[in-house]
């Protein structure tokens, strides 16, 4: 069965410490990884699609890469306002959970 | 704002009636997908359309249908509500089936 599990469930920082949030998924006939933000009672805000192992993004302080069986969403001296859950999702060939398949996200909190 | 539309933001109801909650996707985009989320819970996948036509179908309780109408906009709709359809519900919409979904700030359901 397709799957995408994340890790760590949460993750407390201070302000300025780095780190990684961990995406490792099982699906036959990968077709895209997504990257969302959540902040609480508000929507999955769309950040990365990477599609190729070995591919990368960046955007402002965060930077997403891709292997052929995981991905990792790099926080570089993190601001408090990075605060928000973050959720990994991965296309496959659609089935009882769509074509879309969500993680149950890893909630980030940075402290000044 | 992603550009996807979801009314009402927020709706109260009695246990037993009936709602619809309405979803206008992104300009151009022919997929929709609709997302229920519990207090803590991760996104669980209702179903998708494209252009029209059901194309996946997830957990979605038989007391809920939806439909997707020729202006792509889509309705999902919930009937004899019970305390626990309570949730936050999301609507979604990409492009084609393999390009990100931009989600819309969601209708919070609140059953009494």
């Known amino acids: 069965e397709d799957q995408v599990t994340q890790s760590p469930e949460a993750l407390r920082l201070q302000e300025g410490e780095s780190s990684s949030l961990n995406c490792s998924y099982t699906?036959?006939?990968?077709?895209?990884l997504f990257w969302y933000r959540q902040d609480p009672g508000k929507g999955p805000e769309f950040l990365f699609t990477?599609?190729?192992a070995g591919e990368e993004k960046e955007k402002e302080r965060l930077k997403a890469t891709l292997t052929k069986k995981e991905s990792f969403l790099h926080i570089t001296a993190p601001k408090p306002e990075d605060s928000a859950t973050y959720l990994c999702?991965?296309?496959?060939?659609?089935?009882?959970?769509?074509?879309?398949?969500f993680g149950k996200g890893t909630k980030l909190s940075v402290k000044p | 704002d992603s550009g996807v539309t979801q009314t009402p933001k927020h709706l109260i109801t009695a246990t037993g009636q009936r709602v619809t909650l309405r979803c206008s996707p992104r300009?151009?985009?022919?997929?929709v997908y609709w997302y229920q989320q519990s207090l803590d819970q991760g996104l669980q996948f209702l179903i998708q359309y494209y252009n029209g036509e059901e194309r996946a179908k997830g957990n979605i309780l038989e007391r809920f249908s939806a439909q997707q109408f020729p202006d792509l906009h889509s309705e999902l709709n919930l009937s004899s509500l019970e305390l626990g359809d309570s949730a936050l519900y999301f609507c979604a919409s990409s492009q084609t089936v393999n390009t990100e979904a931009f989600f819309g700030q969601g209708t919070r359901l609140t059953v009494v």
């Open positions: 990477l599609y190729s």
């Open positions: 699906v036959s006939g990968l077709r895209g």
């Open positions: 999702a991965v296309r496959a060939p659609g089935g009882s959970q769509g074509n879309l398949i």
């Open positions: 300009s151009g985009d022919l997929s």
